[in-house]
C-alpha cells in the first residue's frame, strides 16, 4: 500500500491518499477546500493514474469534511463515516464559520456507516476500523496490519492527542481508545495523524505526556 498525505485548509489539516497495485484509491479526511487545492489532489490522483472509491472519514468534524463532496461528485467515491458522528454533518458549515471558515457544501448522506464495521475494503486492501471515541463519539482509527500502519484521526497526534472540549468529546473516552484500543497494536506501528507529523505507539508511549502520566498511574483516565 502507498501513502500519500496532502495538507490542506486553514486549519493544517492532513489529507491521505491510499492506493495498492489495483489503482484503486481511498482518500482519507478529505481536507480539500476550494479551486486551489480541488486541483492539487485532482492532479496528484490523475498523475498516479488512481480511482477514487472511498472517502472515508475517521469523524465527522468540518476540517476533515470540506473536499468529501468534490471526491464523490468527480470520481463517484463513496463516503464512508460512522453514523454517531452523523448530527455533526448537520452542524459542519456553522462550525466552520466559527472557526473563521467559509465552507462550501458539505456531505449530508452517509454511503457507508462505519458505525460496528470491523473493516473497509478497496481493491486489494482490507483497513480494519478500530472504534475511538472521545474526539468525537463515533471517531474511528483505521489500521492496515501487514504494514504497520495505523490513520488515527484526531485521536492520537506526535506527543499529544485530540481536544475533548469539543461537542461530543470526552477526555475519558479518548484516554481509553488510546491506551485500551491503540497502545496495544504494538510499538511499531506508524502513526498517521489528522495534524502534524507521523509518529509510532513506541515513540508516543515514551514520548506523549497525556499517554505518560496515564501510564505512570499519574492521573485516573475512567473517572
Known amino acids: 500500500m502507498k501513502i500519500a498525505r496532502l495538507v490542506f485548509n486553514p486549519i493544517q489539516e492532513n ?31 490523475a498523475d498516479n493514474g488512481l480511482k477514487p472509491v472511498l472517502a472515508i472519514n475517521t469523524h465527522g468534524h468540518f476540517d476533515h469534511l470540506l473536499g468529501v463532496n ?3 461528485e468527480k470520481y463517484g467515491a463513496k463516503f464512508a463515516l460512522s453514523s454517531k458522528d452523523e448530527f455533526l454533518l448537520k452542524n459542519a458549515t456553522t462550525s466552520a464559520e466559527l472557526f473563521g471558515v467559509r465552507a462550501g457544501d458539505m456531505p449530508e448522506v452517509i454511503d457507508i456507516d462505519l458505525d460496528g464495521a470491523e473493516s473497509i475494503k478497496f481493491g486489494e486492501t482490507e483497513l480494519k476500523v478500530i472504534p475511538t471515541p472521545g474526539h468525537t463519539p463515533g471517531h474511528l482509527t483505521l489500521h492496515e496490519p501487514k504494514a504497520g500502519i ?23 473516552w479518548i484516554m481509553r481508545s488510546i491506551i485500551e484500543n491503540i497502545l496495544p497494536l504494538g510499538d511499531d506501528v506508524k502513526i498517521y495523524p489528522g495534524h502534524g507529523e507521523t509518529s509510532d505507539i513506541g515513540h ?9 502520566e496515564v501510564i505512570n498511574n499519574e492521573v485516573n483516565y475512567k473517572n
Open 70 to 72: 468534490h471526491i464523490c
Open 204 to 212: 508516543e508511549s515514551m514520548y506523549n505526556p497525556f499517554v505518560v
Open 15 to 45: 489529507t491521505y491518499v491510499i492506493w495498492d497495485d489495483t489503482l484503486e484509491a481511498a482518500i482519507i479526511d478529505a481536507g480539500n477546500m476550494g479551486e486551489r487545492e480541488n486541483d492539487i489532489l485532482d492532479k496528484f490522483i
Open 150 to 172: 495505523l490513520f488515527t484521526g484526531d485521536t492520537l497526534f506526535r506527543e499529544s492527542i485530540g481536544r475533548t472540549d469539543l461537542p461530543g468529546g470526552d477526555y475519558s
